[in-house]
């Protein structure tokens, strides 16, 4: 399901005014199961899976979101469509720390840069996001301890988190989708960038009950708030001790429930970082 909302763009708002409202409205929109924002020429566009949110759903969606709309208007994408109206609007190559985010019909990446090469149909994960970008950064900022690590990537998207930390040294990297289309995107994405330690899979939280405790050196987790607060127990056993959870997926608001749930947990917050307002927090095990 592609889901549009045009923001108030006819009342005199200036560039800097939309950027804020656009914010709300997907800090509103967070409550609910969409997994990909994108922002563009006054509209926020949701996307969600038409399973995922009921008809009776969307009355309540835009009321939450009526004191920041000029209208509102809800379409359906066929998927088989999708990379059609993706080419039309395609992503610009994107740096990030030493990575350089491309499509395939992109130029190169930079001498000296790592590429990794995209096509996200209609999954998650361009680089573009606030919250793909403070992923990426935090995983070069590991440094050594990515070596030889065991990854686990929860709501991988297009993989590119998978695949990035890969390309930074992983010895083994296992994300987890719970939509088959997605994964199969994931996995062309896999082939694409030549991965070899890395495995893609279908499943959700309850995956992980076969997994043994402390497994993973280091457990991604790019998703909304409801669900990592509902999954971050789970995503703490199949951790190791001292390893590393990263968070995001958050606006600044959710962070005190964040912070409350893995205190209790005894998650030791490392690291919080914050770009445009989306948010990133990195726990160590104790």
């Known amino acids: 399901m592609w889901n549009e909302i045009k923001l108030a763009d006819g009342i005199g708002l200036d560039e800097v005014a939309m950027e804020e409202r656009a914010d709300i409205v997907t800090a509103f929109l967070g409550e609910y199961p969409f997994t990909h924002f994108e922002t563009e020429c006054g509209w926020v566009k949701a996307f969600a899976d038409e399973n995922d949110i ?12 009526s004191n920041y709309i000029d209208s509102f208007e809800w379409s359906i994408v066929q998927r088989e469509n999708w990379n059609e109206l993706w080419e039309k609007n395609f992503f610009n190559p994107l740096l990030v720390g030493d990575f350089f985010v491309r499509a395939p019909f992109h130029e190169p990446a930079p001498a ?3 590429a990794i090469t995209i096509e996200p149909r209609m999954s998650f994960g361009t680089g573009h996001h606030g919250t793909t970008r403070l992923m990426l950064t935090a995983l070069q900022d590991l440094g050594d301890k990515i070596k030889a690590a065991k990854v686990l ?3 991988s998207g297009t993989g590119i988190l998978a695949i990035a930390a890969e390309m930074l040294g992983a ?4 994300g987890v989708e719970i939509d088959d289309w997605v994964v199969d995107n994931a996995n062309d994405n896999l082939k694409i960038n030549q991965t070899t330690h890395t495995k893609m899979i279908l499943g959700d939280v309850k995956t992980l009950k076969l997994t043994q405790n402390g497994y993973y050196d280091v457990v991604l987790a790019n998703i909304h708030r409801e669900v990592l607060l509902a999954d971050m127990a789970e995503y703490q056993r199949v951790l190791k001790w001292h390893g590393n959870l990263f968070l995001s997926g958050l606006r600044e608001e959710d962070v005190p429930m964040i912070l ?3 205190q209790s947990m005894n998650l030791d917050l490392q690291e919080t970082q914050i770009i445009e307002g989306w948010v990133m927090m990195m726990f160590e095990n104790t």
Do not use: C
């Open 54 to 65: 009921a008809p009776e759903n969307y009355t309540e969606i835009e009321a939450s979101v």
């Open 112 to 114: 000296g840069r790592r």
């Open 153 to 155: 990537d929860m709501g």
């Open 171 to 174: 010895a083994e990297v296992l």
């Open 260 to 262: 409350e749930k893995a």
